[in-house]
């Protein structure tokens, strides 16, 4: 490491300085030894190591212990921060034009969704944290020392962050940030950046995105982005085909917010029959547009399993979370057999997800009872062609108290296979 050319950020956790490290410009983050124990300095390189991505910040090197000072050297974005681009247009460099716009909110979209492919919650997204590279206006996300990885509803870092991007339910302590706090806080940001006002965090909700943004391209992905209810709230993975898709838009004419739009994507679904690895799964069938960046495979060993209740998790570390051992099965329920040689309208009548009417009333009857039974509590519609999977786990004294597994696979519009799989502990 050669000279510093002096300090270019400060904050309760250390320095960053601007200098040269192998050849490179670097934004070296200096960091006393007692202000982060080595299970945090361990947890902020793997952080780093599994978000190559770029519309994130690199790590250029390994973590050094010097003079009593962590040292960690990171990519040096030749730009400015997102709160100097819409708030201080006077210092800014950066021309909003609505190219400009299109390419920073994008930017901004893409990371996030690849540090969720990750299983990584950045948990302390604002506009200080979102650099523009000047020449290029590609947007970085930096400042990652608080994201954490998030398993089985539990996470492996301190719930901080800044409380004016934090959603709902982290303000009303109802939630641990988690994927989407993620994705409310970059709601907000965006419509700051289209607007170019800062909003009352209180008060950011869809009706004022559309008063704020009005007809401009993004409305309608920022209102699904926001949605105070986290459980109708869009995922990153479930919103970024229609940011893709806005680009270049412009202007535009806003149209009602769908309910049915605002249910989590399937990407925060886990598929059962997938790779042990978590992330290592496909995009969602709803999400065909996803990026291939949705399908990179980090080493983490079992599915994440998302909490059934708005709870605060078991102070356990998720490393050590123990997978329960199923003890009971629930017979499978729904199984189609393979259809008798009849006429092919007999076929389809028999096997369509929703009764066509001209089949005998009760045998409708039936198949509407058991379509309205494998889509009971799902976070999401059943599609034409493909799996859905919802797991729940609920740990008590470090012991597993109950898990709840559903699986229902479709094909052509027709149920070929359903599983409800309960294991409830003594």
């Not at 390189?45 to 960690?72: A, Q, R």
């Not at 028999?350 to 009857?365: C, E, F, S, Y």
Request: hydrophobic share 35%.
């Amino acid at each position: 490491m050669a000279y510093s050319t002096g300090t270019i950020a400060e904050g309760c956790f250390g320095k960053v300085y601007k200098q040269k490290y192998n050849d490179t410009w670097a934004a070296v983050k200096k960091v006393p030894q007692h202000l982060i124990s080595q299970k945090d300095l361990e947890r902020e390189c793997e952080v780093y190591n599994k978000s190559d991505h770029p519309n994130i910040v690199k790590l250029l090197g390994n973590i050094t212990l010097t003079g009593g000072k962590w040292i960690i050297p990171l990519e040096f974005i030749f730009g400015e921060d997102l709160e100097t681009t819409i708030f201080k247009s006077s210092k800014s460099k950066i021309q909003l034009t609505p190219a400009n716009k299109d390419t920073i909110i994008i930017g901004m979209c893409e990371g996030l969704l690849h540090l969720h492919s990750k299983d990584i919650v950045h948990q302390d997204l604002k506009p200080e944290n979102i650099m523009v590279e000047h020449n290029t206006n590609r947007a970085v996300i930096i400042d990652l020392g608080l994201a954490k990885f998030f398993r089985y509803g539990l996470n492996s870092a301190m719930d901080l962050g800044n409380e004016a991007y934090s959603a709902p339910e982290v303000l009303q302590r109802r939630s641990q940030r988690d994927q989407r706090s993620d994705v409310w806080a970059l709601g907000k940001i965006i419509a700051e950046l289209c607007a170019r006002i800062r909003l009352y965090t209180p008060s950011v909700c869809p009706a004022k995105i559309k008063e704020t943004m009005k007809d401009q391209a993004y409305c309608d992905a920022v209102c699904r982005m926001v949605e105070p209810d986290r459980s109708l709230r869009s995922s990153m993975a479930g919103v970024i085909g229609e940011i893709r898709r806005s680009r270049g838009k412009g202007t535009v004419t806003t149209a009602p917010v769908q309910m049915e739009h605002l249910k989590p994507s399937l990407l925060d679904v886990p598929a059962r029959n997938r790779s042990p690895s978590p992330i290592n799964r496909d995009a969602a069938p709803l999400n065909r547009d996803l990026s291939p960046i949705n399908r990179a495979a980090p080493a983490f060993k079992g599915d994440p399993l998302p909490l059934t209740k708005d709870r605060s998790p078991s102070p356990l570390n998720w490393e050590r979370s123990p997978r329960p051992h199923m003890k009971a099965l629930h017979p499978q329920i729904g199984l189609h057999k393979s259809p008798s040689p009849r006429p092919a309208e007999d076929k389809t009548k028999n096997q369509a997800l929703v009764p066509t009417g001209r089949a005998d009333i009760t045998q409708d009857m039936m198949k509407m009872k058991l379509y309205q039974e494998a889509a009971k509590d799902l976070p999401c519609n059943l599609p034409m062609t493909g799996k859905v999977v919802v797991r729940s786990f609920e740990e008590k004294s470090g012991e597993c108290e109950r898990w709840v597994q559903r699986e229902v696979v479709t094909r052509d519009g027709r149920i070929v296979k359903y599983d409800d799989i309960k294991f409830v502990g003594k």
